[in-house]
């Protein structure tokens, strides 16, 4: 179904997964708009082709001219160095916003860029894939995503309004917070199990043998457990190195768990953790 908001030209600057998933999911719901995308122009190329965008622009500044609505879909150390020439290039009418999984360091650098004029919203939407990439791009990776939004739920700028509203035309839950909690609660339920995914297949790869032990037993169970481990590091450098104290914290505390875990290993106090995590499970399959 389409919405009403007055869209006329979105600039998406990225066109891999997230922003080329946006740009299909907005040729459904803004049917009207003119999308300019910006990307190495080969990842562009294919952009269009899929239909994420309408075309490509040859610079950032080109993407932005006119436009209402930017969103920048690189990552964390590329979206830092891009404001500068968004800000300038971007009316004063326009909003802005990100897709990248910290939001501290974007916001703080978005402080000294955008003062007047176009205004910044830091954002975050929690839906992606273990492999990045255009190919991948869906117009329904959105659905049912809880989605970041770094501002006051009652903020009265009508763009931060007006984005809320196209954030949950496209199926995502907007979800109010401030860049430091944003950080904190993404490191415990998305960076913590990258990580314990990556440590992961750390062990099963070390403890394999020429036999083909154990990975020769390995089940679906395995395979759910790994399958962010498939996720490159490319896409994670940068997360690791903005949200690193965090991440460090969360590390600390798995390894806390895992040390209760092994001291319990021949009581049954462990049933009380089986049935915290049970029930954990249950209340995030619930649909919200």
Known sequence: MATELPLQRVAILGTGLVGGSLGLALRR???????????????????????????????????????????????????????????????????????????????RAAESQFRSGARFLGGHPMAGKEQPGIERADAELFRGAAYALAAREDDPDPRVQGFAELVRAIGARPVWTDPETHDWAVSIVSHLPQMVSIALASVVQDESDETGMPLAL?????????????????????????NKDNISHALDRLAQAIDYLRMNLANKDLEVEFREANELYAAIRKPR
């Not at 719901?29 to 300019?36: F, S």
């Not at 590091?233 to 997360?239: A, E, M, Q």
């Open 218 to 242: 390995a089940g679906p169970g395995l395979q759910d457990l790994l399958r962010i481990a498939g996720s490159p590091y490319s896409l994670w450098r940068d997360i690791l190195l903005t």
């Open 29 to 107: 719901h803004l049917p009207n708009a003119r999308l300019v995308g910006f990307d190495r122009p080969e990842v562009a190329e294919r952009a269009a082709a899929r239909g994420a965008i309408h075309k490509a622009a040859a610079t950032i500044a080109d993407a932005v001219r006119d436009a209402e609505l930017v969103y920048v879909a690189m990552p964390v150390g590329a979206t830092i160095e891009a404001l500068g020439a968004i800000a300038a290039a971007a009316p004063s009418t326009a909003l802005v916003t990100d897709a990248c999984s910290t939001k501290t360091v974007i916001c």
